[in-house]
T-cell receptor
Framework: KNQVEQSPQSLIILEGKNCTLQ??????????LRWYKQDTGRGPVSLTIMTFSENTKSNGRYTATLDADTKQSSLHITASQLSDSASYIC???????????????FGKGTHLIIQP | DGGITQSPKYLFRKEGQNVTLSCEQN?????MYWYRQDPGQGLRLIYYSQIVNDFQKGDIAEGYSVSREKKESFPLTVTSAQKNPTAFYLCASSIPAGSSYEQYFGPGTRLTVT
């Protein structure tokens, strides 16, 4: 069964510090991997989408990496801000609906808290 | 939240009552989706629609129903048959259907059934 595992489950860091969130997946075949940011009580917003051939992609202070061989991805946040407090969700897609009926397998998310 | 609106933001119902959650999009997207989110769990697909007047069951469709009479609208009805309806419900849309295309999510509706 396709799975997406995220770690840590929750993380607390001080404002201005860097952090890295992890995503390991067993989805096959692989189409792409997405990172979403979800503020409390809001809908997820896309940060990055990575395809098989992409190793690194940046979006401002967010940098995602993908190692398709080991089936691992990370999301690195640089110089964290209070507004980065949110849940970060990793989603892996398969072209053959190997995940849910929509072809997507969602991780449970990492809950990040930035303290002043 | 893009061009997707969900209403209301909070909804309270008594057990045994059906309730309909609204989802409207002005992105001209063909595909629309409904997900359920529970604490500590990943999003789970309830129903999705690739085109007007057509929809398919997702992974947890029991106790839910949908309609897609217009491209812009994809309402979800939570029926009394749904055994544990209290949850956060998210609507999403994408250009065509398929896992390769980015989904845009609405702001969500939190449903509480007592």
């Amino acid at each position: 069964k396709n799975q997406v595992e995220q770690s840590p489950q929750s993380l607390i860091i001080l404002e201005g510090k860097n952090c890295t969130l992890q995503c390991n997946y067993t989805v096959s075949p692989f189409s792409n991997l997405r990172w979403y940011k979800q503020d409390t009580g809001r809908g997820p917003v896309s940060l990055t989408i990575m395809t098989f051939s992409e190793n690194t992609k940046s979006n401002g202070r967010y940098t995602a990496t993908l190692d398709a061989d080991t089936k691992q991805s990370s999301l690195h946040i640089t110089a964290s801000q209070l507004s980065d407090s949110a849940s970060y969700i990793c989603v892996v897609s398969s072209p053959y609906s190997g995940g849910g009926a929509d072809g997507l397998t969602f991780g449970k998310g990492t809950h990040l808290i930035i303290q002043p | 939240d893009g061009g997707i609106t969900q209403s209301p933001k909070y909804l309270f119902r008594k057990e045994g009552q059906n309730v309909t959650l609204s989802c409207e999009q002005n992105l001209n997207h063909d595909a629309m989706y409904w997900y359920r989110q529970d604490p500590g769990q990943g999003l789970r697909l309830i129903y999705y629609s690739q085109i007007v007047n057509d929809f398919q069951k997702g992974d947890i469709a029991e106790g839910y129903s949908v309609s897609r009479e217009k491209k812009e609208s994809f309402p979800l009805t939570v029926t009394s048959a749904q055994k544990n309806p209290t949850a956060f419900y998210l609507c999403a849309s994408s250009i065509p259907a398929g896992s390769s295309y980015e989904q845009y999510f609405g702001p969500g509706t939190r449903l509480t059934v007592t």
